[in-house]
């Protein structure tokens, strides 16, 4: 079964870190790009940070530059996203998804690129 599994939500505090994971099953990671979106009640679904098959191309959203980091390793067929400094605006579903491509070293913006999403794991920040 050809699935994402995102992991390493929960509750965090203000200033606090979590790091969340979206590990592939069914298939290889090896020639897709990845991202991370986010959507919190009653707003539209955000994209949050990007990475392109190499790795060598990222992309973050404004709010997050300088405190979350996207990674990738593919011999464990995972992606990561490392959540420094939160803040209470950072409260959401965070999901990931994934393209395949030939392209090694593009990223895609728009969720309508992706093929496949993992079912969302909530982040909440708040003291």
């Known amino acids: 079964q050809v699935q994402l599994v995102e992991s390493g939500g929960g509750l965090a505090q203000p200033g606090g870190s979590l790091r969340l994971s979206c590990a592939a099953s069914g298939f290889a990671l090896t020639n897709y790009a990845i991202g991370w979106f986010r959507q919190a009640p009653g707003k539209e679904r955000e994209g949050v940070s990007c990475i392109s098959v190499s790795g060598g191309a990222s992309y973050y959203t404004d709010s997050v530059k300088g405190r979350f980091t996207i990674s990738r390793d593919n011999a464990k067929n995972t992606v990561y996203l490392q959540m420094n400094g939160l803040k209470p605006e950072d409260t959401a579903v965070y999901y990931c998804?994934?393209?395949?491509?030939?392209?090694?070293?593009?990223?895609?913006?728009?969720?309508?690129?992706?093929?496949?999403w993992g079912q969302g794991t909530q982040v909440t920040v708040s003291s």
């Open positions: 998804a994934a393209v395949r491509t030939i392209i090694r070293n593009v990223y895609y913006l728009q969720p309508s690129a992706y093929n496949f």
